[in-house]
């Protein structure tokens, strides 16, 4: 039996180099595939592969003051739901501010799926930003969230500026590194009460499934594209070309564009492979 496990942990690294050699041969002795970024603030991973051997790396990864505790999110999938293992160094473990420096382990205030859950009944007109790309929320969001419309994950600097700073926000993601790490980035440009959703969508979709504030579907970066909760979640993402509901998607097959965007079975059947930026049959 295989399964997929998601994770992160914002803590300090003094060698992010020797950190990547030693998770590389870790994953390669246990059959790993997935990906793994690694920077001074800390890790970030998806790995798939057999539920002995991802147990087996989570015990090794437990053994180490460092990355002690990391809460793992699992999910339905397999090794070959990823092309390869990627394990790379870089500045920040997602991109949002490389050319500024902010405290990132100061984070806004961590919210369990409980009480956001809470939070948002007690609060419906509460702001709730979604810090994930414009084609992750086409498919799936929680219910009234802002969702800019970004292509990465910097740009959502942007979308900040016109938010009132005096003010609570929520801020969520898939697996909660982004929203973690961009309320840190918030408070350092002066937002007062900035929470964000703990152990992000699939946390929040494991407690409540479709019958909470969450609506569709929620993406995912492998083979698999897309993770429903339950046997009614919807399809919110609407077809570029007939309008119908759903929550598939491909690739632009222009290739000056390739941008991902929303198109039902039928339309991709019918060849209907370009965006609506470039609205022709292939």
């Not at 793992?72 to 990627?86: H, I, M, N, Q, V």
């Given at each position: 039996?295989?399964?997929?496990?998601?994770?992160?942990?914002?803590?300090?690294?003094?060698?992010?180099?020797?950190?990547?050699?030693?998770?590389?041969?870790?994953?390669?002795?246990?059959?790993?595939?997935?990906?793994?970024?690694?920077?001074?603030?800390?890790?970030?991973?998806t790995l798939g592969g057999d539920v002995?051997?991802?147990?087996?790396?989570?015990?090794?990864?437990?053994?180490?003051?460092?990355?002690?505790?990391?809460?793992?999110?699992?999910?339905?999938?397999?090794?070959?739901?990823?092309?390869?293992?990627?394990?790379?160094?870089?500045?920040?473990?997602?991109?949002?501010?490389?050319?500024?420096?902010?405290?990132v382990f100061d984070k806004g205030t961590?919210?369990?799926?409980?009480?956001?859950?809470?939070?948002?009944?007690?609060?419906?007109?509460?702001?709730?930003?979604?810090?994930?790309?414009?084609?992750?929320?086409?498919?799936?969001?929680?219910?009234?969230?802002?969702?800019?419309?970004?292509?990465?994950?910097?740009?959502?600097?942007?979308?900040?500026?016109?938010?009132?700073?005096?003010?609570?926000?929520?801020?969520?993601?898939?697996?909660?590194?982004?929203?973690?790490?961009?309320?840190?980035?918030?408070?350092?440009?002066?937002?007062?009460?900035?929470?964000?959703?703990?152990?992000?969508?699939?946390?929040?979709?494991?407690?409540?499934?479709?019958?909470?504030?969450?609506?569709?579907?929620?993406?995912?970066?492998?083979?698999?594209?897309?993770?429903?909760?339950?046997?009614?979640?919807?399809?919110?993402?609407?077809?570029?070309?007939?309008?119908?509901?759903?929550?598939?998607?491909?690739?632009?097959?222009?290739?000056?564009?390739?941008?991902?965007?929303?198109?039902?079975?039928?339309?991709?059947?019918?060849?209907?492979?370009?965006?609506?930026?470039?609205?022709?049959?292939?």
């Open positions: 039996m295989q399964k997929i496990i998601l994770y992160y942990k914002f803590v300090l690294l003094s060698d992010p180099q020797m950190v990547m050699r030693w998770q590389r041969e870790l994953c390669t002795r246990l059959h790993l595939q997935g990906r793994i970024i690694i920077s001074e603030h800390g890790i970030n991973g002995a051997d991802i147990k087996s790396y989570a015990h090794e990864m437990n053994l180490t003051s460092e990355f002690k505790g990391i809460e793992y999110k699992w999910s339905t999938g397999a090794r070959e739901d990823f092309p390869k293992l990627s394990i790379k160094v870089r500045r920040e473990l997602v991109t949002l501010a490389p050319e500024e420096d902010f405290n961590p919210l369990r799926p409980e009480a956001w859950h809470t939070f948002i009944d007690d609060h419906p007109d509460v702001s709730i930003l979604d810090a994930r790309n414009d084609y992750e929320s086409e498919i799936g969001a929680f219910k009234g969230a802002i969702k800019p419309k970004i292509k990465t994950f910097k740009d959502i600097k942007k979308t900040l500026q016109s938010l009132p700073k005096d003010e609570p926000i929520l801020t969520y993601c898939t697996g909660d590194i982004r929203c973690e790490y961009l309320s840190a980035y918030m408070k350092h440009k002066g937002f007062q009460h900035v929470y964000h959703l703990d152990g992000g969508i699939v946390k929040y979709g494991e407690a409540y499934g479709d019958d909470g504030h969450w609506e569709g579907k929620c993406y995912v970066f492998d083979k698999r594209m897309k993770l429903a909760f339950s046997d009614h979640s919807k399809d919110v993402g609407s077809c570029v070309h007939c309008g119908a509901c759903t929550s598939e998607q491909t690739n632009c097959a222009d290739q000056r564009c390739n941008r991902q965007f929303v198109v039902c079975e039928d339309c991709q059947a019918s060849k209907y492979t370009v965006c609506g930026n470039h609205a022709t049959v292939q």
